[in-house]
């Protein structure tokens, strides 16, 4: 059966990732992650709430390393434009002084929340801290940063399910799909 008939809404354009390919992606990095920190003894999956939600849950069960998880929730988008200023609306609780942290989002853009948030991060003394995005846009960063564990570089469209949104919408699809502008345009203004 065509996936996208599963989940109709109506804004959908194509699928661009589908459930079999993320589930393989991500087994893969999990694999990576616990080989690249087999000697850490605190380490700390810090998710951005909201959208990499669904990808930190399957992503943790592939950890085979003791670890912990915590989130902080951050803004800069109305829309499909990010506004380039980064508010936290939510901090983590865990006191990372020390800690082996690994940033998660769900997509990488124009690069100016995964930037401001590693800055912070750094301020508060990890022992080490790396990035790890589900999606890139790489024909989208406005500056320059590192992803040291990337899902999938992607094109640049405005995409929604596994997590991700456009307004609160399409976070349930259990695949990656663009989003078609002209049909959310008619349904949304
Ligand atoms: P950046 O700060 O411009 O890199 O934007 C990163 C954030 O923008 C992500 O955490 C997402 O919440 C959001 N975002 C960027 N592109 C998309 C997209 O195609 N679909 C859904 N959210 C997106
Ligand atoms: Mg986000």
Same mark, same amino acid.
């Given at each position: ?18 459930? &079999?390919? !993320?589930?393989?992606? #991500?087994?893969?990095? $999990?694999?990576? =992650?616990?080989?690249?920190? +087999? ?39 109305s829309g499909t ?19 082996? &942290?690994? !940033?998660?989002?769900? #997509?990488?853009?124009? $690069?100016?929340? =995964?930037?401001?948030?590693? +800055? ?45 949104d456009i307004d609160e919408k399409g ?13 959310y345009?008619?349904?949304y203004?």
């Open positions: 059966m065509d996936e996208k008939m599963e989940f109709p809404y109506a804004f959908i354009g194509d699928l661009l990732i589908s459930q &079999v390919e !993320l589930e393989k992606r #991500i087994r893969e990095l $999990g694999e990576q =992650i616990t080989e690249d920190y +087999k000697d850490s003894e605190n380490l700390l999956l810090l998710g951005l709430l909201r959208g990499s939600v669904m990808f930190i849950t399957d992503l943790m069960k592939h950890v085979k390393r003791p670890m912990t998880m915590d989130f902080m929730s951050v803004s800069s988008y434009e990010s506004s380039g200023f980064v508010r936290i609306d939510s901090d983590h609780k865990t006191n990372i002084h020390g800690w082996d &942290v690994i !940033l998660i989002d769900d #997509i990488v853009d124009s $690069g100016y929340t =995964i930037s401001t948030v590693s +800055k912070l991060l750094m301020d508060r003394k990890p022992k080490s801290l790396k990035v790890c995005a589900l999606l890139d846009k790489p024909e989208r960063h406005k500056i320059d940063i590192k992803i040291d564990y990337c899902g999938f570089s992607i094109p640049d469209h405005f995409v929604v399910g596994y997590g991700l976070r349930n699809l259990p695949y990656i799909a663009t989003v078609d502008p002209e049909k345009k008619k349904l203004g």
